[in-house]
């Protein structure tokens, strides 16, 4: 559960601003929709070493140029 303490006269858009980032920082929803259905780990795996070789690719041709 998020507790967002609002001061005495702040304002309320603030306060939701705050909540917003605290909740985006929690990673509250990003779990939520990778419970709703079951990845096998072999699957969850590949997908990494698919995003770490784009990430690699990325880095060394922004060496490169």
Known sequence: MLIIPVKDGENI?????RYKRKFD???????????KQFEKPSVVKRAQGI????VQ?????????
């Open 13 to 17: 858009d603030r306060a939701l601003k």
């Open 25 to 35: 920082r929690t990673k509250t929803m990003k779990n939520l929709r990778s419970r």
């Open 57 to 65: 690719r990325l880095r060394t041709a922004e060496e490169q140029a």
């Open 51 to 54: 995003k770490a070789q784009y």
